[in-house]
């Protein structure tokens, strides 16, 4: 037996779900590539894609700032999700909500939404168009997933909490100085 293979079995044991991330910033893959790549994710024991489209998701309307100008097409996306069901492999798309959005925040429409002007990575939680905003990125990539179950919404560093005028009054009001307390309730609220 491959010593890799080996390896991947003994790691893999005990745990029902494994769940590659393909993290799409910067240098994607074309779709014909994933022709490969999946069926031998599959023979090695994955059980599921998280696709982190960010700038590579083929956003409309207001959104389309995001796209970057060689995006994958609405059509890419469905070749995606055929080749991985092809292989028996769950697509979760991955959506940024917290931490993690300089692909949104650095594009000027999008820039006065950010906690911090000069890091712009982390959104303000407690300004309403950043929800709105937020709720038009999950409603476009759910509207080309329609098969998938569930979505990962990151929220994982999010270095700039409560440092904005609007955070740091809606911090002493509702939330006791408590900038977990905050981040927390963010992430809690749910996209009906």
């Given at each position: 037996?491959?010593?890799t293979i080996a390896k991947t079995l003994i790691l893999n044991k005990g745990f029902p779900e494994r769940i590659v991330h393909l993290d799409l910033k910067g240098a994607p893959l074309r779709v014909d590539a994933y022709r490969e790549l999946f069926p031998l994710l599959h023979?090695?024991?994955?059980?599921?894609?998280?696709?982190?489209?960010?700038?590579?998701?083929?956003?409309?309307?207001?959104?389309?700032?995001?796209?970057?100008?060689?995006?994958?097409?609405?059509?890419?996306?469905?070749?995606?999700?055929?080749?991985?069901?092809?292989?028996?492999?769950?697509?979760?798309?991955?959506?940024?909500?917290?931490?993690?959005?300089?692909?949104?925040?650095?594009?000027?429409?999008?820039?006065?939404?950010?906690?911090?002007?000069?890091?712009?990575?982390?959104?303000?939680?407690?300004?309403?168009?950043?929800?709105?905003?937020?709720?038009?990125?999950?409603?476009?990539?759910?509207?080309?997933?329609?098969?998938?179950?569930?979505?990962?919404?990151?929220?994982?560093?999010?270095?700039?909490?409560?440092?904005?005028?609007?955070?740091?009054?809606?911090?002493?009001?509702?939330?006791?100085?408590?900038?977990?307390?905050?981040?927390?309730?963010?992430?809690?609220?749910?996209?009906?």
């Amino acid at each position: 037996m491959n010593e890799t293979i080996a390896k991947t079995l003994i790691l893999n044991k005990g745990f029902p779900e494994r769940i590659v991330h393909l993290d799409l910033k910067g240098a994607p893959l074309r779709v014909d590539a994933y022709r490969e790549l999946f069926p031998l994710l599959h023979q090695n024991g994955a059980t599921g894609l998280l696709i982190e489209y960010e700038d590579m998701f083929p956003f409309t309307g207001r959104l389309s700032t995001l796209a970057r100008r060689n995006a994958y097409s609405k059509e890419d996306i469905q070749q995606i999700i055929q080749l991985s069901t092809s292989s028996n492999l769950e697509v979760i798309p991955l959506v940024q909500t917290f931490g993690h959005l300089e692909f949104v925040l650095k594009q000027p429409p999008f820039t006065k939404l950010s906690e911090n002007a000069l890091e712009l990575n982390t959104i303000c939680i407690s300004n309403n168009e950043s929800w709105t905003v937020i709720t038009e990125m999950i409603d476009q990539i759910r509207s080309l997933h329609q098969s998938s179950t569930r979505i990962h919404i990151g929220a994982d560093e999010a270095y700039h909490v409560g440092e904005d005028a609007i955070c740091r009054e809606k911090l002493k009001k509702t939330f006791d100085e408590h900038k977990d307390s905050m981040g927390v309730a963010h992430i809690a609220r749910r996209v009906v």
